[in-house]
């Protein structure tokens, strides 16, 4: 029997950037706010990324003379999801992204570094300490009034006669519990990187990546929308990051792209197997065929200098200091310490440095270092680097149909009233891979959009 424990204007279940905004920014237009996390920490993945925002014509980019603008953004998104994306929820996202970007900094946001990454063709991944993010986010919150409630797993969407939302049932410590919302309720509950049933479902073969991710992502969400009808995207493309070493634990994001950067990338056999320029989704996927399930990144002293400490996809230090990076003075040397073949491994940079040179054309099509931007460099400089690296279950990147006000449409395309879907438990925004910094980008966004949807309407359903 479900106890009753309290109604409020939006419930929004989930913690993590997307939750977190919408819950904020609810709370700042005068609703009353409970945000419901499933553990006893708040943060989800979120607090386990990198803490990469995708945004475009952003003062960061002016003042380092970045040359971008939302239509090359929109291109980029439809390029790299190969245009299975559903292109409204694109649009909403980049007519909405300045209001965004300046919300967030306007909340202590600091973007301390603009950088190029996975699926984009101008430097437009914004680098914060997404921990303090989260934290500020959540102090603001409060200070707004609203509620936290740990230790809640939503397990029931409850629905009215008329087929409205109007709240949740929650698993608790002192039992069931029933939360109200009168203007619905918003599922934020991430993905299901942590769903082994789901993934068997969905993508068996994405069971041989490491498992990582929110521990509450095992998609709750994703199911309670489901039953109610809910239509889906994307399933068919989930797929694992490529970059992770195999001891990768969860201490930190340890996620490293020195293939961005000029590194190759190398099976066992000291054979490549994928242009290293594509996103790394699309590297996770390849990686997966492999033996092991292993590729190595293979680099030199000139990639090695590029390291910048503390900001994730580029901290070659950090990963040396732990013993994660393989070194030595040659390329034999190198394949020895990793477990590679070390003859294929020098015939096989000797073939890449041709190509580089112009001599002959690449092995695998690589013409740049990342999505048609930045030259390729020879790997020619002592001393030589390997990384060994599998794929990262970090986020499956689909889920249920949204349209641009961020409600949940059913299968055959009707709003489900009072029910709206942010961040990675929707699906139809990244199409067939993924873009850096869209992720966090979209639960921020969408979060915005979804608080003032619930707040337009909290009176009409008061």
């Known amino acids: 029997m479900s106890t009753d424990s309290g109604s409020f204007d939006l419930v929004v279940v989930g913690s ?19 945000l419901l996390e499933k553990t006893e920490e708040l943060g989800g993945s979120s607090a ?13 980019q002016a003042a380092e003379g970045i040359e971008d603008s939302a239509e090359l953004f929109l291109d980029d998104l439809l390029e790299v999801g190969e245009h299975r994306n559903d292109r409204s929820l694109l649009e909403a996202y980049l007519a909405h992204q300045e209001e965004t970007y300046r919300w967030l900094k306007s909340h202590g946001v ?3 570094e603009v950088e190029i990454s996975s699926g984009q063709s101008a430097r437009r991944s914004h680098n914060a300490a997404i921990k303090d993010v989260l934290a500020d986010l959540h102090r603001d919150f409060t200070a707004q009034g609203g509620q936290t409630r740990f230790n809640h797993r939503a397990t029931l969407l409850v629905r009215e006669a008329s087929g409205r939302v109007t709240g949740v049932v929650a698993q608790t410590p002192e039992g069931e519990t029933l939360i109200t919302g009168r203007a619905g309720v918003v599922l934020a509950t991430g993905g299901f990187s942590r769903g082994t049933e789901m993934l068997k479902v969905f993508a068996p073969e994405q069971l041989a990546a490491i498992p990582y991710g929110g521990r509450g992502n ?10 109610l ?77 590029m ?23 040659t390329l034999e040397e190198l394949a020895v310490l990793a477990g590679i073949h070390p003859s294929a491994l020098a015939a096989t940079v000797a073939r890449y440095n041709a190509a580089v040179a112009g001599e002959v054309p690449d092995e695998m099509g690589r013409t740049s270092l990342c999505n048609g931007v930045g030259d390729l460099l020879p790997i020619d400089t002592a001393p030589f680097y390997a ?24 299968v055959d395309g009707d709003v489900i009233e009072g029910l709206y879907a942010i ?4 699906g139809g925004f990244h199409g067939a891979a993924y873009m850096t910094g869209t992720s966090l980008g979209k639960g921020a966004v969408f979060g915005r959009i979804v608080a003032a949807h619930a707040a337009a309407t909290t009176n009409i359903h008061a």
């Open 16 to 34: 993590g950037i997307a939750g977190q905004t919408a819950a904020t920014s609810a709370a700042e237009a005068g609703l009353s706010v409970v």
């Open 48 to 60: 386990m990324s990198g803490g990469w925002f995708a945004f475009s014509g952003t003062d960061e």
């Open 110 to 112: 600091v973007f301390r």
């Open 218 to 227: 095992t998609g709750d969400g994703l199911r309670m929308a489901w039953k």
């Open 229 to 305: 009808g809910a239509g889906m995207a994307d399933m068919s493309s989930v797929s694992g990051t490529y970059g992770s070493h195999p001891d990768t634990g969860e201490d930190f994001h340890e996620l490293l792209t020195a293939y961005y950067m000029g590194a190759v990338i190398v099976n066992k056999d000291g054979k490549r197997f994928v242009d290293e320029s594509q996103d790394y989704k699309t590297l996770g996927r390849v990686v997966l065929n492999q033996p092991d399930g292993l590729g190595f990144e293979v680099f030199d002293a000139k990639v090695r200098a």
């Open 307 to 329: 390291s910048h400490r503390g900001i994730p996809l580029k901290d070659i230090d950090t990963l040396e200091d732990i013993g994660h990076v393989h070194k030595a003075e």
């Open 387 to 410: 990384y060994p690296a599998k794929s990262l279950m970090t986020t499956t990147y689909c889920g249920v149909t949204i349209n641009p006000s961020g409600q949940v449409v059913d």
């Open 423 to 426: 961040g990675e438990v929707t």
